[in-house]
């Protein structure tokens, strides 16, 4: 960039327009330019000279007739290949000026960017995706395929399991796998083989590819009758074992009818069993007695177990810290325990406003779902108290099955109401492909609401949900059974000697005792 100066006069300056009509009308570049040709002496170069004769073919240089008014001007000359792009693939250069003193009221930008972007969060948070409807009866079990994100498997409480194509949202096979209550599903830890369990005593294997006629399609690979009800099933992740759950927990091999291991504590039933992800030989099993017992299937008894306040429903085990788990309970609340201590919890999520029925780990381990009777569905951020999403629609009934996929963007739910729903693990998100440019712009927003999110309007915007007037009503009931709960303990603490009521942390209130 250079400047060049050329003298122009202002005493005169109708002499520069003479040899046009007065009532001529130029734009403003024309007239600026034939003038600034008109009062050069000499052409500033060559190709400004040249670019003059081109606009201008008729124009005759007009000099100024007195030199004593004349002032300096400085004309600005730019090079093109400093900022036009080669090809219109190329991106835009961008020129910046990173001086703090010429960008005043940075931060405040910044917090109307970080307003917008969770106020249009809120705008696009549409997570419904697509319903899988076609069983008969309301949805007992939901199961992952291992290796493939678009297998799902879901049974119902007339015995019928269906294969689902999810993204396509059609059923690639429905088989009749038992005369009752679809207990609980389970793939093997190749996907090549699923097992189904029912109130008929049977354990079913099949195979999970599709059947070429419908004679092979209802023929189990192997069939299995048991003295008594099996509740619950779970292959181990990298052996062909599995184990069962009902009057006692039994460990299973692929290729044998009868049972390799049996291990017992002494309790009447047990509803759910779940194998580590992680440490691939451990088990734990929700007891009815409201007890949580903890297995190794390489050892020939019980390891420990804990006793609760109220019956814990399902848990889940942390697929990516082995010694973490998350149990769903009757009190309405889910627990994250730590297996190296498990006097209290770690955690209590709360939220929903009745029992809790199921939950399912992300694949990243720091978030998990949650299903519950109060028709709702909750995503909780592993480590912390309250939910971050609440899922609900007016035809969805009791929620008793969820499950996280496998690529981390999508959560399953099946219900009483016969449907298996499909929603987004963001609500906000867009699926399908993205620009880069909506990629950037995108982690912007979010590097944005992180830095803001304490600020009280972005915080009250971004926990805004929308929930059902039950759950509405409920959670002020609930909130008033705890604060009533609450003010009887600081009477009595207050008309008591003191330390003869001692304060209480609430997570140590839950586990009752441990065993071992």
């Known amino acids: 960039m250079f400047f060049s100066s050329v003298f122009v006069s202002f ?21 600026f330019l034939f003038t600034f040709r008109a009062i050069l002496k000499e052409p500033i170069s060559t190709k400004f000279d040249h670019f003059l004769r081109l606009k201008f073919p008729d124009s005759v240089a007009v000099r100024p ?57 809120r705008v696009f948070a549409k997570p419904f995706v697509g319903n899988l409807d076609g069983h008969k009866d309301g949805i007992s079990a939901l ?9 799902l498997l879901s049974g119902s409480y007339d015995g019928e399991v269906k294969l689902w194509n999810v993204p396509a949202q059609e059923c690639m096979q429905s088989v009749l796998c038992h005369s009752g209550y679809v207990r609980g599903i389970t793939f093997s830890n190749d996907g090549s083989r699923f097992f ?59 290729t044998r009818n009868a049972p390799i291991k049996t291990l017992q504590w002494g309790v009447d039933t047990l509803y759910d069993i779940k194998y580590n992800p ?19 299937q390489r050892e020939i008894k019980p390891l420990r177990k804990i006793v ?37 919890p770690l955690k209590i999520h709360g939220g929903h406003v009745s029992a809790v029925t199921c939950v399912d780990y992300a694949p990243t381990g720091r978030e998990f779902v949650s299903g519950s009777y109060d028709k709702t569905i909750r995503l909780f951020d592993a480590h912390k108290a309250n939910s971050r999403e609440i899922y609900h629609t007016k035809r969805m009934q009791h929620v008793t099955c969820v499950g996280w996929s496998l690529d981390n963007k999508y959560v399953y739910s099946g219900s009483d109401e016969m449907n298996v729903r499909l929603w987004k693990a963001r609500a906000a998100e867009k699926l399908g492909a993205l620009q880069p440019r909506e990629k950037q712009a995108f982690k912007y927003n979010e590097a944005l609401k992180e830095k803001y999110a304490a600020h009280p309007q972005i915080r009250r915007i971004a926990q805004h949900r929308q929930v059902p007037k039950m759950v509405y009503k409920e959670r002020e009931k609930l909130q008033t059974v705890k604060q009533k709960i609450k003010r009887k303990e600081d009477n009595v603490r207050k008309n008591s000697k003191p330390g003869k009521v001692p304060y209480v942390a609430e997570s140590k209130k839950k586990v009752l005792r441990e065993e071992s």
Request: hydrophobic content about 35%; charged content about 25%; overall charge neutral.
């Open 65 to 121: 007739q007195n030199k004593r008014h004349a002032m300096k001007v400085k004309v600005i000359s730019r090079n093109p290949d400093n900022y036009v792009r080669e090809t219109k693939k190329d991106i835009h250069r961008v020129f910046r000026n990173y001086d703090a003193a010429q960008h005043p009221f940075e931060g405040a930008r910044e917090y109307v960017r970080a307003l917008n972007a969770t106020k249009l969060e």
């Open 308 to 344: 609760m306040t109220l019956r814990p429903n399902q848990l889940a085990w942390n697929p990516m810290q082995a010694y973490y788990f998350t149990v769903a309970s009757e009190d309405y609340n889910l627990y994250t325990f730590d297996t190296r201590r498990l006097q209290n």
């Open 143 to 151: 199961a992952k395929h291992p290796k493939s994100l678009s297998i």
């Open 278 to 296: 992680v440490e691939t030989s451990l088990m734990a099993a929700c007891c009815s007695d409201r007890g949580i017992i903890f297995y190794d």
């Open 11 to 31: 005493r005169k300056p109708s002499s520069l327009f003479r040899e046009f009509p007065r009532n001529s009308k130029f734009e403003f570049p024309a007239v």
């Open 196 to 254: 189904t369990i029912g109130d008929d005593k049977a354990i079913k294997m099949w195979d999970s590819g599709i059947a070429d006629s419908e004679e092979d399609q209802h023929e189990p690979l192997n069939t299995i009758l048991g003295k008594t009800v099996v509740t619950s099933i779970s292959h181990n992740y990298e052996e062909p074992f599995f184990a069962t759950a009902g009057e006692s927990c039994h460990i299973w091999e692929e």
